[in-house]
């Protein structure tokens, strides 16, 4: 594994030609001006204070850059980490936020090491929907209390116990608070029609904070309720840290949800990244830098950070094709907060709720769910229980029974696909097979109208796993009526299990009880090696196995014949 940035400077005479280096460092510009509204509204609404967010963006962003594998990641605070933050401040405090963000850290590197990155892509559309529109909810509800101006000090974390709590307070509504709240939402909506370079969201700001600050409006800022802001990036304090066994052991779910979350968030922004440049990512490199980088955010005083999916796209867009782009927007950040950090504490609160409310939209993919809807019942029930569970509970729940619930339904779809069907016997009514040889049809057709009404062939289609073991069992079924041979075509069958293997020794010392002899054609090489492996090749003799169904057919004909003619001498 390699950094992408280190394999792009040592091709440098080809990958940066063309002014490309330029481009790079406008579209980081660009991307830093879009970052630091989001930085400083998504810092403040997981409950931490506005310079978190720029000091995660700068520390973060540059690491994910720098070591990443994708050429064009763009990395800091994302909404989706807004509830998780927000829960475990609440429950264990910022010191308990900084070492779960650590842990979290370590778990991605590990996921990177071991190579998870290509499984971790695996998780199910309706999963990731569900949760992301479940997080879009439940980040809207956490904007209600600035927005409106409703005064509330310490609003709940529980989804229903807060909006118990703003219906009970709407009375309180504060109406210069509302007005500007909705003045920024319109601009940020509104200006891209008139410039799609700048973003909305700090025109919004400044826009807000002008009016407010010129016309002396009762809005509370980030000044009014922060005080000064900082604008030193420094080490946190390890002697503040309270790490003990009962601590690590009780924010192992936290930061595994962390770890979880980040890697999909930034694995899906890459492979979305992708898509616009035509290039491909190291899934591995890139978990490995988010985890660098995670651990980076948190001993600077940060918070978690993953691969935002809107800031890559304005990154492509405005020509970034290089890691060089996300580090200079990381450059740019630290200058900014360096030289105006004072000026944010002007900011109005509404104006940032107002920005996480479009933001919250954004992320709500309601077309997607809506898309879903029209699917199959198992997607349904999927996309459903994750987005409540997300809202209702937290996360953590949403994720693990949405993973549980879509692994389950994977399984019986498998076990669904897996069928098993009489393809040939004299006694039976022959039914014609499909292959994709039509001239190994005909052949097979007139060995199956030849067959003995002792031999019975069944072809078997699809996996053989512990799903679709039960299925795979209904074959003893059959086997009381009269037979003597029976023929398992397998050429369907790509593997097989355990609980699969189990159910074929039951199905074997069956017909070994009932005096029938069972043949195996085409079978597949891992298959076969586990039957091999476990003797089970061994002890009921190779001579069983072959390589065609037409060679087992004629096999059991020669069988029955020996049989009929051992009779007649008798």
Not at 84 to 99: A, D, E, F, P, R
Request: net charge positive; glycine share 8%; charged share 15%.
């Amino acid at each position: 594994m390699k950094p992408k940035l280190f394999s792009i400077l040592k091709h440098a005479d080809t990958e940066l030609k063309n002014g490309q280096i330029t481009k790079d460092i406008i579209s980081g510009i660009i991307v830093a001006i879009i970052a630091l509204p989001l930085s400083v509204a998504l810092a403040i609404s997981s409950g931490v204070t506005p310079d978190k967010g720029l000091v995660t963006a700068i520390i973060a962003g540059f690491l994910i850059s720098f070591l990443g594998g994708s050429r064009v990641q763009i990395g800091g605070p994302t909404g989706a980490f807004v509830i998780i933050v927000y829960g475990i401040i609440k429950q264990y405090g910022v010191s308990g936020l900084t070492i779960a963000t650590i842990m979290a850290g370590v778990f991605m590197i590990f996921f990177g090491l071991m190579k998870f990155g290509s499984i971790i892509k695996y998780v199910p559309y309706p999963t990731t929907t569900g949760f992301t529109a479940g997080i879009a909810v439940t980040l809207l509800s956490t904007q209600i209390n600035d927005f409106f101006g409703l005064g509330i000090k310490d609003v709940p974390s529980e989804f229903f116990e807060k909006w118990a709590v703003f219906l009970q307070n709407f009375s309180q509504l504060h109406v210069p608070t509302l007005l500007v709240g909705i003045f920024s939402v319109l601009i940020i909506i509104l200006w891209p029609k008139i410039n799609k370079t700048i973003p909305g969201s700090l025109i919004a700001l400044i826009a807000s904070t002008l009016l407010v600050t010129f016309f002396k409006l009762p809005v509370e800022t980030i000044g009014s309720r922060f005080g000064e802001i900082s604008s030193d990036i420094k080490l946190i304090d390890f002697g503040s840290l309270t790490i003990s066994f009962q601590t690590l052991r009780e924010l192992i779910r936290p930061a595994l949800t962390i770890a979880f979350l980040a890697s999909i968030e930034s694995l899906l922004s890459a492979v979305v990244a992708d898509g616009m440049i035509g290039k491909k990512h190291n899934s591995n490199m890139e978990l490995v830098a988010q985890g660098i980088a995670n651990i980076g955010s948190a001993i600077f005083g940060g918070i978690p950070a993953t691969g935002a999916i809107a800031r890559t796209a304005a990154n492509i867009k405005n020509g970034g094709r290089t890691p060089i782009s996300g580090i200079i927007h990381a450059l740019v950040l630290l200058l900014i907060m360096k030289l105006f950090m004072p000026l944010a504490s002007l900011i109005p609160m509404t104006s940032l709720a107002a920005i996480l409310v479009v933001v919250a939209y954004n992320m709500s993919e309601w077309r997607a769910c809506k898309a879903l809807l029209k699917s199959t019942k198992s997607d349904i029930a999927v996309l459903m229980t994750t987005f409540v569970f997300t809202v209702a509970f937290d996360l953590v729940v949403a994720i693990e029974i949405g993973m549980v619930i879509a692994m389950f339904l994977f399984v019986k779809r498998m076990a669904d696909s897996m069928n098993i069907s009489e393809i040939g016997s004299a006694s039976s009514q022959f039914r014609a097979i499909t292959t994709e040889d039509d001239e190994e049809n005909y052949q097979e057709d007139d060995l199956h109208k030849n067959l003995s009404k002792e031999v019975f062939l069944y072809e078997i289609n699809g996996p053989l796993f512990f799903g679709a073991a039960n299925k795979f069992l209904d074959i003893m079924n059959e086997i009381d009526r009269h037979s003597s041979i029976i023929i398992f075509k397998l050429r369907n069958v790509p593997n097989m299990d355990a609980t699969a293997f189990d159910a074929l020794k039951r199905i074997n010392k069956r017909c070994r009880d009932k005096r029938i002899l069972i043949l195996y054609a085409e079978m597949n090489e891992q298959p076969y090696k586990l039957l091999l492996n476990t003797g089970f090749v061994s002890s009921n003799g190779d001579d069983r196995f072959f390589n065609t169904t037409a060679e087992a057919i004629q096999k059991a004909n020669e069988i029955i014949a020996c049989k009929k003619e051992s009779r007649k001498k008798r």
